[in-house]
């Protein structure tokens, strides 16, 4: 992976809202590098700001969103570009794949013709080509009978198909960057797989960087190369997976390894061990770290201070925790086991 | 956008007292959306201060509405703000005492056809099956009774006095508020918490009246308020068609029919009566929407 | 789809014939419709008044007479008037044509206005020009039709003294007599309609602009829309190819579900303008407590519906790709 190029830079990306209540600021201060092929999970609960990040990337924010930081693709600032330069960049260089596929296709048009739209969109070809084109992405899609299924409309499809198709849209014309944001989540369990492997192969097809954002830190583990862990609109974590896994060096990521179901009896007891509280408002973040308050190591200073993002196990294993040395070695129960009894006790 | 920041304040409320954000209450939240709505704000006071001069200004007024004055069909002046007509009444009075009138049908009839059109539709769509085919056919029924037919003769037949011209407006209108009601009762109804009423026993009428007309409410008190707005201007073509209230009671509707043939003679007979019937009805219409906005919050979400 | 539609035409039936017998009662209850007759100077010999009551049906029984009407309708004969010598039939065909017009253009002009118009509000939402259009819809929403229709009648007096000639008639549906070939007929014809069908279209636009409007923020706001800006389509086509194309789907049931209050509209603008369409024939037939008359127009504008509501029905088919195999 290393010495590949790099493809995208984000560098302190920010993104707020107004809203009558005041500024919600939803993106504060994300910064990460995707070199070709490299697939980046982006792991944080709703709200922690993983799919405006991804937005604020494509260009596809509300006019009322407030944008700094930097995007560059290839060199290529992205933050402020003008519209027509944006558009041969959306689903031409870098292509996306949404949460849902049942709300992500129009009900009106056959799918055929809406991922030859696609190719249309940045390619100079006949319609005939096109709709070809189409063909061939569906076969790849594994979509059998690719030919007569491109004339169907999107509700003669499952869940997983209509998925299958959207990869097949975003993979149209060999973008070098694939952002897919919660591909699997409305999706049944069982065919999670399978939308898993078409991404996989829509990647490898076109040796695109993708960036994968999920909730669900199981499906990093067997995709991803690198992990970027996010809470209340910051990136806490960022590292390789076996880092983050076998390594997590902020109490969250911690946390979200600790209510991970696992059939391996890796853990002792079959319990999972849950975060409690829930994230806080982004609209009036207190000063000190976000995490604090559901954190079972806080200190007085993390009420205080907001951690910054440094060096942890390795130069490249990043955590913004001011405790990151102790977490060494420690497991999820070891640390939030405590919780329980620290919150009957109503200490500190 | 603003829903996230909703949910996001209520969550910190579990925050130690670093951060002091209140919970709303559902109406509360209601409240300060419609508040939020600028154009109804300003309709809501607009009304408001209609409802006060035709009331109150109505009474204390230097004429009253049957008043003849020694000055007939004069313009507008300063003894009489909207003119008087050829008999010499006083339009201002006339007016005042007209939108009286019209305000008291429309809201009868807003009430009568709201209570008949909710407890109908609720009914019919909680039911479901052979009991709502039934309801809606006669809802069905209802609508296709022409109006004009239906209050033509039945305001020959009584005389025509105002309470009646909006019980036969209310008798056609309430089928509107039922089919609204029924739609939004067929999917409350399959809610867990309804679902879960039933488990536990709770008997039909008391879902209906406890869950159902409760959880309906937004969008039964936004159609009722659109409602008063149409039924103004029913009453007004009523009463234009001459099917309407009948002299010597008056209404906005039956002012400006009798003015009908004077607008190029006595055109103040027409404007006046007829800018307060706008203004009313565009008011009521207002609030609605900022009811609308209120209650359903989704409407206004905003991405593209 | 078709089949879901024709068994909506067959509930009709029973639904019409339930109508027009509660119409048929409240007309006949209303009052004696031979009392313009018995009312004259000198009064008319009781032989007259028998006749007459014999011609009407009037000796039979109130069930009798409802059921000798519905049994004529079906062989096409609508019963005797009021009115001597006024052929039912003939009469509310040649009305329904005048009418129709009226309605017909009203509804393209509604349709296309409000289309343009839901459509912009939608794309610049809370901007001025948002604001602009909101407030003309909700006052034309919040217009007396007559009160409007008046206020464009004079309008149009007022133009045709500023031009020194008629532009637009102010009254009646063509004039008796017309000089000329077909083009100044058909002149003389638009001329008339000009002022009733802008009337009638305006009320209809008030509340089909918000509804388009609604339905088009909707889907500006769906996955789909803002996949296809990912796609890198221009905002032009994203809002053509696939917003709006969507989103006139809903406004085809909206029309259908208006027309009955369409037709109630063009009663009054008819009346209004003094033509001798369908409002004019039941206001008149209503006056003179013609209960044959006013089941024929009750028929009629049931009819109406029911045939706009299955082009709706099919409309809505053709549009949305859904339908089809539900």
Same mark, same amino acid.
């Given at each position: 992976?290393?010495?590949?190029?790099?493809?995208?830079?984000?560098?302190?990306?920010?993104?707020?809202?107004?809203?009558?209540?005041?500024?919600?600021?939803?993106?504060?201060?994300?910064?990460?590098?995707?070199?070709?092929?490299?697939?980046?999970?982006?792991?944080?609960?709703?709200?922690?700001?993983?799919?405006?990040?991804?937005?604020?990337?494509? =260009?596809?924010? +509300?006019?009322?969103?407030?944008?700094?930081?930097?995007?560059?693709?290839?060199?290529? %600032?992205?933050?402020?570009?003008?519209?027509? $330069?944006?558009?041969?960049?959306?689903?031409?260089?870098?292509?996306?794949?949404?949460?849902?596929?049942?709300?992500?296709?129009?009900?009106?048009?056959?799918?055929?013709?809406?991922?030859?739209?696609?190719?249309?969109?940045?390619?100079?070809?006949?319609?005939?080509?096109?709709? $070809?084109?189409?063909?061939?992405?569906?076969?790849?899609?594994?979509?059998?009978?690719?030919?007569?299924?491109?004339?169907?409309?999107?509700?003669?499809?499952?869940?997983?198909?209509?998925?299958?198709?959207?990869?097949?849209?975003?993979?149209?014309?060999?973008?070098?960057?694939?952002?897919?944001?919660?591909?699997?989540?409305?999706?049944?369990?069982?065919?999670?797989?399978?939308?898993?492997?078409? *991404?996989?192969?829509?990647?490898? !097809?076109?040796?695109?960087?993708?960036?994968?954002?999920?909730?669900?830190? =199981?499906?990093?583990?067997?995709?991803?190369?690198?992990?970027?862990?996010?809470? !209340? #609109?910051?990136?806490?974590?960022?590292?390789?997976?076996?880092?983050?896994?076998? %390594?997590?060096?902020?109490?969250?990521?911690?946390?979200?390894?600790?209510?991970?179901?696992?059939?391996?009896?890796?853990?002792?007891?079959?319990?999972?061990?849950?975060?409690?509280?829930?994230?806080? @408002?982004?609209?009036?973040?207190?000063?000190?770290?976000?995490?604090?308050?559901?954190? +079972?190591?806080?200190?007085?200073?993390?009420?205080?201070?907001?951690? $910054?993002?440094?060096?942890?196990?390795?130069?490249?294993?990043?955590?913004?925790?001011?405790?990151?040395?102790? *977490?060494?070695?420690?497991?999820?129960?070891?640390?939030?086991?405590?919780?329980?009894?620290?919150?009957?006790?109503?200490?500190? | 956008?603003?829903?996230?920041?909703?949910?996001?304040?209520?969550?910190?409320?579990?925050?130690?007292?670093?951060?002091?954000?209140?919970?709303?209450?559902?109406?509360? *939240?209601?409240?300060?959306?419609?508040?939020?709505?600028?154009?109804?704000?300003?309709?809501?006071?607009?009304?408001?201060?209609?409802?006060?001069?035709?009331?109150?200004?109505?009474?204390?007024?230097?004429?009253?509405?049957?008043?003849?004055?020694?000055?007939?069909?004069?313009?507008?002046?300063?003894?009489?703000?909207?003119?008087?007509?050829?008999?010499?009444?006083?339009?201002?009075?006339?007016?005042?005492?007209?939108?009286?009138?019209?305000?008291?049908?429309?809201?009868?009839?807003?009430?009568?056809?709201?209570?008949?059109?909710?407890?109908?539709?609720?009914?019919?769509?909680?039911?479901? #099956?052979?009991?709502?085919?039934?309801?809606?056919?006669?809802?069905?029924?209802?609508?296709?009774?022409?109006?004009?037919?239906?209050?033509?003769?039945?305001?020959?037949?009584?005389?025509?006095?105002?309470?009646?011209?909006?019980?036969?407006?209310?008798?056609?209108?309430?089928?509107?508020?039922?089919?609204?009601?029924?739609?939004?009762?067929?999917?409350?109804?399959?809610?867990?918490?309804?679902?879960?009423?039933?488990?536990?026993?709770?008997?039909?009428?008391?879902?209906? /009246?406890?869950?159902?007309?409760?959880?309906?409410?937004?969008?039964?008190?936004?159609?009722?308020?659109?409602?008063?707005?149409?039924?103004?201007?029913?009453?007004?073509?009523?009463?234009?068609?001459?099917?309407?209230?009948?002299?010597?009671?008056?209404?906005?509707?039956?002012?400006?029919?009798? !003015? #009908?043939?004077?607008?190029?003679?006595?055109?103040?007979?027409?404007?006046?009566?007829?800018?307060?019937?706008?203004?009313?009805?565009?008011?009521?219409?207002?609030?609605?929407?900022?009811?609308?906005?209120?209650?359903?919050?989704?409407?206004?979400?905003?991405?593209? | 789809?078709?089949?879901?539609?024709?068994?909506? *035409?067959?509930?009709?039936?029973?639904?019409?014939?339930? @109508?027009?017998?509660?119409?048929?009662?409240?007309?006949?209850?209303?009052?004696?419709?031979?009392?313009?007759?018995?009312?004259?100077?000198?009064?008319?010999?009781?032989?007259?008044?028998?006749? %007459?009551?014999?011609?009407?049906?009037?000796?039979?029984?109130?069930?009798?007479?409802?059921?000798?009407?519905?049994?004529?309708?079906?062989?096409?004969? &609508?019963?005797?008037?009021?009115?001597?010598?006024?052929?039912?039939?003939? $009469?509310?065909?040649?009305?329904?044509?005048?009418?129709?017009?009226?309605?017909?253009?009203?509804?393209?002009?509604?349709?296309?206005?409000?289309?343009?118009?839901?459509?912009?509000?939608?794309?610049?939402?809370?901007?001025?020009?948002?604001?602009? /259009?909101?407030?003309?819809?909700?006052? &034309?929403?919040?217009?007396?039709?007559?009160?409007?229709?008046?206020?464009?009648?004079?309008?149009?007096?007022?133009?045709?003294?500023?031009?020194?000639?008629?532009?637009?008639?102010?009254?009646?549906?063509?004039?008796?007599?017309?000089?000329?070939?077909?083009?100044?007929?058909?002149?003389?014809?638009?001329?008339?309609?000009?002022?009733?069908?802008?009337?009638?279209?305006?009320?209809?636009?008030?509340?089909?602009?918000?509804?388009?409007?609604? @339905?088009?923020?909707?889907?500006?706001?769906?996955?789909?829309?803002?996949?296809?800006?990912?796609?890198?389509?221009?905002?032009?086509?994203?809002?053509?190819?696939?917003?709006?194309?969507?989103?006139?789907?809903?406004?085809?049931?909206?029309?259908?579900?208006?027309?009955?209050?369409?037709?109630?509209?063009?009663?009054?603008?008819?009346?209004?303008?003094?033509?001798?369409?369908?409002?004019?024939?039941?206001?008149?037939?209503?006056?003179?407590?013609?209960?044959?008359?006013?089941?024929?127009?009750?028929?009629?504008?049931?009819?109406?519906?029911?045939?706009?509501?299955?082009? !709706?029905?099919?409309?809505?088919?053709?549009?949305?790709?859904?339908?089809?195999?539900?």
């Amino acid at each position: 992976m290393t010495g590949r190029e790099t493809v995208l830079e984000v560098e302190d990306l920010t993104v707020s809202f107004p809203t009558e209540d005041g500024l919600v600021r939803a993106v504060r201060g994300v910064s990460y590098d995707l070199r070709q092929g490299e697939v980046l999970g982006i792991v944080g609960e709703s709200g922690s700001g993983k799919s405006v990040t991804s937005m604020a990337v494509m =260009g596809l924010l +509300p006019g009322s969103a407030k944008v700094g930081g930097s995007v560059r693709f290839r060199g290529r %600032e992205l933050i402020g570009a003008p519209d027509k $330069e944006m558009r041969s960049i959306r689903g031409g260089r870098i292509a996306m794949v949404f949460q849902d596929p049942m709300t992500s296709l129009n009900p009106v048009y056959p799918v055929g013709d809406q991922i030859a739209e696609a190719v249309r969109a940045h390619n100079d070809v006949s319609a005939a080509a096109a709709r $070809e084109r189409a063909v061939e992405l569906l076969a790849m899609m594994q979509i059998p009978r690719p030919r007569e299924r491109a004339r169907d409309y999107p509700h003669e499809f499952s869940g997983g198909m209509r998925q299958r198709v959207v990869i097949a849209t975003a993979m149209a014309n060999d973008p070098d960057v694939i952002i897919a944001d919660e591909p699997t989540t409305a999706l049944d369990v069982t065919v999670q797989a399978q939308v898993l492997r078409a *991404l996989e192969t829509a990647r490898a !097809a076109t040796d695109a960087a993708m960036v994968l954002i999920t909730h669900d830190l =199981g499906v990093v583990a067997g995709t991803a190369d690198r992990v970027l862990v996010m809470y !209340a #609109g910051r990136p806490v974590e960022l590292g390789s997976v076996d880092d983050i896994y076998y %390594e997590p060096r902020m109490p969250y990521t911690l946390g979200l390894i600790g209510s991970l179901p696992r059939l391996d009896n890796a853990r002792r007891g079959d319990r999972l061990i849950p975060i409690t509280g829930s994230p806080p @408002s982004l609209l009036e973040l207190p000063p000190g770290c976000p995490f604090a308050p559901r954190c +079972p190591m806080r200190q007085e200073n993390c009420e205080t201070a907001e951690p $910054e993002l440094l060096a942890a196990s390795t130069a490249d294993h990043l955590a913004a925790c001011h405790f990151s040395a102790d *977490l060494e070695g420690r497991r999820p129960e070891d640390v939030f086991a405590q919780t329980s009894v620290d919150n009957a006790g109503g200490a500190r | 956008m603003s829903d996230d920041t909703e949910v996001a304040i209520r969550r910190t409320s579990n925050r130690p007292a670093a951060v002091v954000v209140r919970q709303r209450s559902q109406a509360e *939240l209601v409240l300060r959306r419609f508040l939020r709505h600028k154009a109804a704000v300003i309709s809501l006071v607009l009304f408001v201060g209609v409802i006060l001069l035709a009331f109150v200004g109505g009474a204390l007024w230097r004429y009253d509405y049957a008043d003849i004055t020694s000055a007939p069909s004069v313009p507008p002046s300063f003894e009489h703000p909207f003119g008087t007509d050829n008999l010499g009444h006083d339009t201002f009075a006339q007016v005042l005492r007209g939108t009286q009138r019209s305000i008291e049908i429309a809201l009868l009839i807003a009430f009568l056809a709201g209570l008949v059109g909710t407890l109908w539709g609720a009914f019919s769509g909680y039911y479901r #099956g052979i009991t709502d085919s039934v309801m809606m056919r006669f809802v069905d029924l209802v609508l296709t009774l022409p109006l004009l037919a239906v209050a033509a003769v039945l305001t020959r037949a009584t005389s025509g006095s105002w309470w009646f011209v909006a019980l036969v407006i209310a008798a056609l209108q309430w089928a509107y508020v039922a089919r609204v009601v029924r739609g939004v009762v067929l999917s409350l109804r399959e809610k867990e918490y309804i679902e879960a009423s039933r488990a536990l026993g709770a008997t039909d009428r008391w879902i209906i /009246f406890r869950h159902v007309i409760p959880n309906a409410l937004g969008p039964i008190i936004v159609n009722v308020t659109i409602l008063v707005a149409a039924a103004i201007l029913v009453e007004t073509a009523l009463s234009f068609l001459g099917l309407g209230v009948q002299p010597p009671d008056t209404s906005l509707g039956l002012l400006v029919s009798e !003015a #009908g043939t004077a607008v190029s003679t006595r055109p103040w007979l027409f404007y006046f009566p007829g800018v307060f019937i706008v203004v009313i009805a565009l008011t009521i219409n207002f609030i609605g929407d900022g009811l609308r906005d209120a209650f359903d919050p989704t409407q206004r979400k905003v991405r593209a | 789809m078709l089949a879901y539609s024709f068994r909506r *035409l067959l509930v009709s039936i029973p639904v019409i014939v339930a @109508s027009t017998f509660v119409v048929f009662l409240l007309v006949t209850l209303s009052g004696d419709p031979l009392a313009n007759l018995k009312g004259r100077n000198p009064p008319p010999s009781p032989q007259v008044i028998a006749v %007459e009551e014999q011609r009407l049906h009037l000796d039979e029984p109130m069930l009798q007479r409802y059921i000798t009407w519905i049994s004529g309708v079906v062989r096409g004969d &609508f019963g005797p008037s009021v009115r001597t010598n006024l052929d039912i039939g003939h $009469e509310i065909v040649t009305r329904f044509g005048v009418t129709v017009r009226l309605i017909a253009v009203a509804v393209l002009l509604a349709l296309v206005l409000a289309v343009v118009v839901g459509v912009l509000s939608a794309v610049k939402q809370y901007s001025s020009t948002d604001y602009g /259009f909101t407030f003309a819809a909700f006052l &034309f929403l919040s217009m007396p039709s007559f009160w409007f229709a008046v206020l464009l009648k004079q309008g149009g007096i007022s133009l045709n003294n500023l031009v020194g000639d008629r532009v637009v008639y102010t009254i009646g549906e063509r004039s008796v007599v017309v000089d000329g070939g077909a083009w100044a007929q058909l002149a003389d014809t638009a001329g008339h309609m000009v002022l009733p069908t802008i009337s009638l279209a305006l009320i209809s636009f008030g509340a089909w602009s918000r509804f388009q409007r609604a @339905s088009m923020l909707d889907v500006l706001n769906s996955d789909y829309v803002l996949f296809a800006r990912a796609k890198g389509l221009s905002r032009r086509r994203v809002v053509v190819r696939h917003a709006l194309r969507t989103a006139l789907i809903p406004m085809t049931t909206i029309t259908a579900l208006d027309f009955a209050s369409l037709v109630s509209g063009a009663v009054i603008i008819e009346t209004v303008f003094q033509w001798r369409g369908l409002g004019d024939f039941l206001v008149t037939s209503v006056n003179q407590r013609d209960a044959y008359a006013v089941l024929a127009w009750l028929l009629v504008v049931a009819v109406a519906v029911i045939v706009f509501n299955l082009i !709706a029905d099919l409309l809505y088919a053709l549009l949305d790709p859904r339908i089809r195999y539900e």
